[in-house]
């Protein structure tokens, strides 16, 4: 195989691949370059809106260019704000604290985290409640910001399309200064 199709990144990405197909993708000397245009076109078919799709983040969320924004968009349609700034706090909450909360969703409960110590926080979309991540940390410990792309190095150095909006404050951690205009 040389290069992975339309077709084939479908399946992938609709998780119907075949066996064989993943063994001779993973046997393929170098991962053609082509195949993020072409993960991107099957993404962007898929989606509900039309928001030019940047890079996706996990099952639901996609970073997209909106207007001069650069959001995230639930593939719902819901939208958490500028991707610089932790969607999680953008998000309906739920927090396990005991040990029961924590047992109801442990299998075997002795897998559970310690409730002594431990605080399993739930996030989901305020759109379509789909379950966007989940972090188990001490009491009181931040919000995990999951993933801050310097989207125009990317573009730019390795998929050689720079983005037309390039800026050095794109690539930029916007979450405090959001929080302290929280009222
Ligand atoms: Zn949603």
Same mark, same amino acid.
């Given at each position: 195989m040389e290069q992975v199709d339309k077709g084939l990144m479908e399946k992938l990405v609709n998780g119907d691949i075949a066996d064989d197909d993943v063994t001779e993708m993973r046997r393929m000397e170098k991962k053609d370059h082509e195949r993020f245009w072409t993960y991107l076109e099957v993404l962007q078919g898929a989606a509900k809106w039309d928001e030019k799709i940047?890079?996706?983040?996990?099952?639901h969320l996609y970073i997209v260019a909106k207007g001069k924004e650069r959001i995230v968009k639930c593939d719902c349609g819901h939208e958490l704000g500028d991707y610089r700034v932790n969607w999680k706090l953008s998000c309906n909450i739920r927090v396990r604290e005991t040990q029961q909360q924590m047992d109801e969703v442990? %299998? =075997?409960?002795?897998?559970s985290p310690d409730a002594e110590w431990m605080e399993l926080r739930e996030y989901f979309c305020?759109?379509?409640?789909?379950?966007?991540a989940v972090e188990v940390v001490p009491?009181? %410990? =931040?919000?995990?910001?999951?993933a801050l792309p310097d989207l125009d190095r990317f573009y730019r150095e390795y998929m050689n399309r720079p983005l037309n909006?390039?800026?050095?404050?794109?690539?930029?951690?916007k979450t405090a200064e959001f929080v302290s205009k929280l009222k």
């Amino acid at each position: 195989m040389e290069q992975v199709d339309k077709g084939l990144m479908e399946k992938l990405v609709n998780g119907d691949i075949a066996d064989d197909d993943v063994t001779e993708m993973r046997r393929m000397e170098k991962k053609d370059h082509e195949r993020f245009w072409t993960y991107l076109e099957v993404l962007q078919g898929a989606a509900k809106w039309d928001e030019k799709i940047l890079m996706r983040l996990n099952d639901h969320l996609y970073i997209v260019a909106k207007g001069k924004e650069r959001i995230v968009k639930c593939d719902c349609g819901h939208e958490l704000g500028d991707y610089r700034v932790n969607w999680k706090l953008s998000c309906n909450i739920r927090v396990r604290e005991t040990q029961q909360q924590m047992d109801e969703v442990y %299998y =075997p409960s002795a897998a559970s985290p310690d409730a002594e110590w431990m605080e399993l926080r739930e996030y989901f979309c305020p759109g379509c409640v789909a379950q966007l991540a989940v972090e188990v940390v001490p009491p009181g %410990y =931040p919000m995990i910001f999951e993933a801050l792309p310097d989207l125009d190095r990317f573009y730019r150095e390795y998929m050689n399309r720079p983005l037309n909006d390039e800026s050095a404050d794109w690539f930029e951690d916007k979450t405090a200064e959001f929080v302290s205009k929280l009222k």
